[in-house]
C-alpha cells in the first residue's frame, strides 16, 4: 500500500482506487505530486517541475526565493521565500520566524499509532509512513504521518513538531494537513449555517484569492465545519472530481483554498492560528490533530460512502455502533426547565405503554435551576423538583421497563452557583475584564487540573448514584474571554486548545470508567457536530431545529460527511417550536428515521391519533435501524436544489435490500408522478417493489415511478428486496 521509489525518490501511497504521491526534490524538498484515481507507476518525479524556467524578477534558474514561491511544497513554511499560505510558523529566541525543514528519513510500518490525548482514526489493516524533515537553523523537526487502510480510500495525515534544539520556540500556527494541486476551476464545498441552520452544502466558485472557512468560538461552531471540498465545476453526486479535507478535531479551525499566480491551488486545514501560540521547550513536542483527505472521481456519492466508512470502521469506539439504539424520548421540548418527578413518570408511563425505551431528563434537574441564568457547575439533585433524588425516580423509570438518561453541561459556570460563589477564579477570563456572559453562563478553565477534577468527579457520583444509562453531554456558548491566572503570560496562547484537549480527556474517562454508558454530544444543538467528538460519542444532537422541513437541508448537509446513525433525530410536537409550521406527525416520523430516532414531546399532551400512531413508527425504525446502521448512503434528490422533494435512499452492503425515504415538500397540481432513479443495485438482478417486480438496472437508470402524495409536507418510506431464486 506505501512505496518508496528510491531512484526517483517518490513515496506513493494507494488505496483501493487512489494514490497520492509526494517527491523529493534535490533529495531536500518535499513536494506534492499527484492525488487522484489509482497509479501504477512511481516514475513522476517530472511533475515537481524543478526544472522548469523561474519567474520574473528571478533570472537564474533555482534563484531560492523563486524556487521556493513555486514549488508543489506537501507542508509549506512562510517567511523565507514561499508567499502562499504557510503550514507552520515557528518563532525562535530571536523573536523570529522562519523555516526550512528539509528530508531527514522516513519509516514505513504496519498499523498507525494513536495520537496522545486527541482522537485519531484506528484499525489493523493499515499502514502509515512518516516522514522527518528537520530544520537545523532553529532545531524543529517536523514528523509528518500518512495513513492508509486496506478496506478505505482515505489518507489521515497529521504533523508532530519538536523542538530539538537547545532554546524555547513559540509555535504560531501548525496545520495537519496541505494540498497542493494544477488548478481546474475547482469549486469550493462547505458547510456554513448558524443555531438552527447547521451545515448547509454551499458551493462557489473560487476565481482569485483565497476562500475560507473557519472558527474561533472554542467549538467546531454551527457557524462553519471543519470540511472542505475543492469540487469539479460539474460535479454532481455521481460523476465528477472531489478533493475533501475532514478535521479530525472539534475546536477552533481554519480551512484555506488559495488560487495563486500560477494558476494552482493550495489547500489547507488545521488549527486556526488566530489566538493561538503553543511554546515548545528543548525536547518537548506539539502533536497537531488529524486530518482525513479523500479524494473520488464519481462525484459526492462516492466521497460520502468513503467517509461513512471510515467513521464506522475506524473513528468510532463504543460498542453501541453496531447496536440498535434504545428509542429515548426526551422532555426538553416537553417542558424546558418546568418538571418535577411526577412530571417526567407521566411522560415515562405513557411512553412505556407505546414501546418507548429510554427517558431522558435534559436540563433542569441540578442546583436551583429554574431557567438558563442559574446553577450550572452545582451538580447535585434539586429535591424540590425531585423528591428521593435521582434513585426513585431512576428505579421507577427502570420498573416500567425503561432506561433512564441524563443531561449535562459540564464545560459550564454560571455566575449564579455556589462553584462560582466558592472559585470565580475558575471561570476562563482576561485579566482586569468582566467575561462575556452568554445564555447566562460563563466557561470553565478546563486547562486546570483542579477544575477537571472537580467536573469529573461530580458527572462520576451521579452516574454511580443510581442506574443512569445515556448521557447527553450539551454545551452552550462559545468560548470567549480566553485567558486565565495560572498559566505564565507566554503560554496563555495555548488555552484554547488545552481546553480542547481536557474536553476530550473528560469524555475519554467518561467512557472508561463507565464503558456501557450511551454518550450523545451536543452544542445548542449542532454547534460541535465533528469526527473529534464522534470518537467519544457514537452519536450527537444534530440540530435545535426539529421541524420536519428544515431538517432536510441540515441533515442532508450532515449525510453528506457522516454516517445516519450518528445523527441525533427526534420527533417534536406542532406547531414546531422554532418555526411555528405544521407538519404531519408522519412526515415528522420519517424525517427522524434517517438519524438515531426519537420522540422529544409530551406524550401526554399530543392527540390520542398521534399516539396511536408511534408504535408502527417504532416498528419501522426498528425494521430499518440495521439497514441504517451499516448500510451504503445515496442522495437521490435534494429539496435544496429543487424546491419541491427530498429523496435519499439506503443500500445494504450486499445490494439485496434498501430503503427510500421520500418527502415531498410541496405539491404540484401539473406532475402527477415522479420519476425517481435508484441508485446502488445490481444491475442483473430483480427487486421487489410494492409488490411488483423490477430489474435493478430499471430502477437505477430508468427510474421508479411514483405517484404524488396528496398535499405539501408528506413523506413515505418505500422498501426495495431482492427476489432470490
Ligand atoms: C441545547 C440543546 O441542544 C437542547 O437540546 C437542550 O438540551 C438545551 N440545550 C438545554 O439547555
Redesign the pocket.
Known amino acids: 500500500m506505501i512505496i518508496f521509489d528510491e531512484i526517483n525518490s517518490v513515496f506513493k501511497l494507494d488505496t483501493n482506487t487512489t494514490s497520492y504521491v509526494m517527491g523529493l526534490a534535490d533529495g531536500k524538498y518535499l513536494g506534492h505530486i499527484y492525488y487522484g484515481k489509482k497509479l501504477e507507476s512511481t516514475d513522476l518525479s517530472y511533475l515537481l517541475r524543478t526544472q522548469e524556467h523561474p519567474f520574473v524578477p528571478s533570472q537564474k534558474p533555482f534563484e531560492k526565493l523563486s524556487f521556493l514561491d513555486s514549488f508543489p511544497m506537501e507542508y509549506p513554511t512562510g517567511a523565507i521565500g514561499d508567499f502562499r499560505e504557510s503550514c507552520i510558523d515557528v518563532r525562535d529566541g530571536n523573536g523570529q520566524t522562519g523555516l526550512e525543514p528539509v528530508y531527514a528519513g522516513h519509516r514505513i510500518y504496519e498499523g498507525k499509532d494513536g495520537l496522545d490525548g486527541l482522537p485519531a482514526l484506528w484499525g489493523d489493516n493499515c499502514q502509515t509512513l512518516e516522514i522527518a524533515l528537520l530544520d537545523s537553523c532553529v532545531g524543529v523537526k517536523l514528523l509528518l504521518s500518512y495513513s492508509v487502510f486496506a478496506d478505505c480510500d482515505a489518507v489521515i495525515r497529521s504533523v508532530k513538531a519538536e523542538n530539538a534544539g537547545k532554546d524555547a520556540v513559540y509555535l504560531d500556527r501548525v496545520l495537519s494537513a496541505c494540498l497542493e494541486m494544477d488548478d481546474e476551476e475547482y469549486e469550493m464545498l462547505s458547510l456554513p449555517g448558524a443555531w438552527s441552520r447547521e451545515r448547509h452544502i454551499t458551493r462557489q466558485p473560487l476565481h482569485s484569492g483565497s476562500f475560507v472557512t473557519e472558527s474561533v468560538r472554542g467549538e467546531s461552531s454551527h457557524q462553519d465545519h471543519p470540511f472542505l471540498a475543492a469540487v469539479s465545476k460539474n460535479c454532481t453526486q455521481t460523476a465528477g472530481d472531489v478533493y475533501a479535507m475532514h478535521f479530525v478535531y472539534s475546536g477552533n479551525f481554519l480551512a484555506k483554498a488559495q488560487r495563486n499566480q500560477y494558476g494552482t491551488l493550495r489547500m489547507a486545514l488545521g488549527i486556526h492560528p488566530e489566538r493561538f501560540c503553543w511554546k515548545l521547550g528543548p525536547g518537548e513536542a506539539f502533536q497537531a490533530p488529524e486530518a482525513v483527505l479523500v479524494y473520488s472521481d464519481e462525484g459526492l456519492g462516492k466521497m460520502t460512502r468513503t467517509l461513512h466508512d471510515l467513521y464506522r470502521g475506524h473513528l468510532i469506539r463504543s460498542g453501541y455502533k453496531g447496536k440498535e439504539r434504545p428509542v429515548l424520548i426526551n422532555n426538553?421540548e416537553a417542558t424546558y426547565f418546568d418538571f418535577d418527578t411526577e412530571k417526567l413518570l407521566s411522560i415515562a408511563r405513557e411512553s412505556a405503554k407505546l414501546g418507548i425505551e429510554m427517558l431522558v431528563m435534559?436540563?433542569g434537574w441540578f442546583g436551583h435551576r429554574e431557567n438558563?441564568y442559574s446553577s450550572l457547575g452545582d451538580w447535585v439533585v434539586n429535591e424540590n423538583k425531585l423528591p428521593g433524588g435521582l434513585g426513585y425516580l431512576v428505579d421507577e423509570v427502570n420498573k416500567l421497563g425503561m432506561k433512564f438518561g441524563i443531561?449535562f453541561e459540564p464545560e459550564m459556570i454560571s455566575p449564579d452557583s455556589d462553584l462560582y460563589r466558592r472559585h470565580p477564579d475558575w471561570a476562563l477570563q482576561l485579566k482586569g475584564r468582566t467575561p462575556s456572559l452568554a445564555r447566562g453562563q460563563l466557561v470553565l478553565d478546563l486547562s486546570r487540573p483542579e477544575v477537571v477534577d472537580y467536573v469529573y468527579g461530580c458527572i462520576s457520583k451521579i452516574l454511580h448514584s443510581a442506574n443512569i444509562e445515556y448521557v447527553?453531554w450539551?454545551m452552550?456558548r462559545g468560548v470567549s474571554d480566553i485567558g486565565n491566572t495560572v498559566l505564565p503570560p507566554d503560554r496563555q496562547g495555548e488555552i484554547s486548545h488545552r481546553y480542547m484537549l481536557e474536553v476530550y480527556e473528560l469524555q475519554e474517562r467518561l467512557i472508561t470508567e463507565f464503558p456501557d454508558l450511551l454518550l450523545e454530544n451536543?452544542s445548542?444543538?449542532g454547534g460541535r457536530f465533528d469526527p473529534g467528538m464522534l470518537y467519544y460519542s457514537p452519536q450527537i444532537?444534530c440540530s435545535?431545529d426539529t421541524d420536519a422541513i428544515e431538517r432536510l437541508q441540515i441533515q442532508e448537509g450532515t449525510q453528506l460527511l457522516y454516517p445516519m446513525s450518528t445523527i441525533g433525530a427526534h420527533v417534536s410536537d406542532c406547531p414546531n417550536d422554532t418555526l411555528g409550521r405544521v407538519t404531519p406527525f408522519e412526515t415528522r416520523g420519517v424525517v427522524a428515521l434517517a438519524g438515531t430516532f426519537g420522540y422529544e414531546l409530551d406524550i401526554t399532551k399530543i392527540s390520542q391519533k398521534e399516539r396511536d400512531m408511534v408504535p408502527s413508527q417504532i416498528a419501522a425504525y426498528k425494521k430499518y435501524a440495521p439497514l441504517i446502521r451499516e448500510g451504503d448512503y445515496y442522495r437521490i434528490a435534494s429539496f435544496r436544489e429543487n424546491h419541491l422533494y427530498d429523496c435519499y435512499e439506503i443500500v445494504s452492503k450486499d445490494k439485496t435490500q434498501a430503503a427510500v425515504f421520500f418527502v415531498q415538500v410541496f405539491n404540484e397540481p401539473s406532475v402527477r408522478s415522479r420519476r425517481i432513479r435508484l441508485q446502488g443495485l445490481k444491475e442483473n438482478a430483480r427487486y421487489e417493489v410494492d409488490g411488483k417486480t423490477y430489474q435493478g438496472g430499471a430502477l437505477m437508470y430508468a427510474g421508479l415511478l411514483r405517484e404524488r402524495l396528496r398535499g405539501d409536507f408528506q413523506a413515505e418510506v418505500i422498501e426495495v428486496r431482492e427476489i432470490s431464486g
Do not use: A, I, L, P
Request: proline share 0%.
Open positions: 426538553w435534559d436540563d438558563e443531561w447527553k450539551d452552550n451536543c445548542s444543538g444532537w435545535d
